[in-house]
């Protein structure tokens, strides 16, 4: 459910087994010419069966465990998937062309894959700059860091990113065993990233310039910011940058058991127009059992769209917040959010 919800629309990446990256693309309801002979045959969210294999695209990237995959669009609607893979972890990145084969321009074959310390390496997210070169995070070894690589369009480390120390590829920390979530490109390409840091202790999100050093005019002279929502483990943040360049953050706090969400303003500090003092902290508990959130993206209007596994995985919810971190009670019947339960079988 991560990454580009904007662009994946058509899209769906998910894990079907692990050894697998399973692609397929939705029909959209105007493919066929609006007749209504087609229209019955397909609908809107019906499997595109002229891609891939039926609509389906597996590739088994290593012999080993192959998951977690994340999803980006390019601009020529070539597709690239980013995930881990190999046991121990390894990056892998793979490109397929619009009709669903393995893009033979890309790396070796369509894929590409990096071993960057020898021990367990996450790929977690991925992102575009306005040049084509593929970025992507994740954390590496134990303990862990921020691991970050840059790939220029062809599938080849850019050796211009971290040059002179390890080209291409940068393994860092703001704090100490941190992990990268998620990243986005800013408009002048810079980096942002965000993550969990001291051993899952607290929300963190930097920015990078483009050479891979960090760049100390974000929360000035950091280079980065934090924020601690709870006493318990806070995970897994997701960005997303608003047209006036805030930034959001929501992931999971208080040990899963609730969604806490946080904005910093374009130059890295604290936005306190977000939710109320003394930390502008937004928490949210939908239920009495975990509620992890695994997409933001804006909804128009300064309002945001978070999508979230509840109640232990048994539900999908939505919950969309105004440009003030309040609940939108004009959404889901009043009440901000939606709750749509997976499987009507499960008790």
Not at 114 to 120: K, M, R
Not at 297 to 319: K, M, P, Q, R
């Amino acid at each position: 459910m991560k990454d580009q919800i904007a662009s994946s629309s058509a899209i769906v990446v998910t894990r079907l087994v692990p050894l697998l990256f399973l692609l397929a693309i939705l029909i959209p309801h105007t493919a066929y010419g609006g007749t209504e002979s087609a229209a019955t045959l397909a609908h809107a969210g019906d499997v595109d069966l002229s891609f891939g294999n039926d609509g389906v695209v597996f590739t088994d990237v290593t012999f080993d465990s192959d998951e977690d995959p994340h999803i980006v669009i390019q601009p020529d609607g070539k597709i690239v998937v980013a995930g881990e893979c190999d046991e121990p972890e390894d990056y892998c990145v793979v490109r397929y062309t619009v009709d669903g084969d393995l893009d033979p321009t890309f790396a070796t074959n369509g894929i590409f894959v990096l071993d960057l310390t020898g021990g367990e390496d996450t790929a977690r997210d991925l992102a575009l700059q306005s040049d084509g070169d593929i970025v992507v995070v994740g954390d590496c070894q134990t303990p862990q860091h921020i691991c970050i690589i840059v790939l220029n369009p062809d599938g080849t480390l850019d050796t211009t990113f971290n040059a002179g120390i390890t080209p291409g590829q940068l393994i860092t920390d703001y704090v100490s065993g941190d992990e990268a979530e998620s990243v986005a490109i800013l408009g002048n390409d810079k980096i942002l990233v965000a993550g969990e840091c001291n051993n899952n202790d607290y929300y963190c999100i930097g920015r990078f310039n483009t050479d891979g050093s960090l760049d100390t005019t974000f929360n000035s002279p950091d280079g980065y910011n934090f924020v601690d929502p709870t006493s318990d483990d806070d995970d897994n943040p997701e960005i997303v940058v608003q047209p006036n360049g805030k930034i959001i953050l929501v992931g999971s706090c208080d040990d899963y058991e609730a969604i806490c969400s946080v904005r910093f303003n374009a130059d890295g500090t604290l936005d306190t127009t977000w939710g109320s003092a003394p930390d502008n902290i937004v928490y949210t508990d939908l239920t009495d059992w975990e509620d992890i959130p695994y997409q933001v993206v804006n909804a128009g209007n300064g309002h945001t769209l978070v999508v979230a596994s509840c109640y232990d995985e048994t539900y999908i919810c939505v919950l969309k917040f105004d440009n003030s971190g309040n609940l939108d009670k004009s959404f889901g019947e009043n009440k901000g959010y939606v709750l749509t339960k997976v499987d009507k079988n499960w008790n």
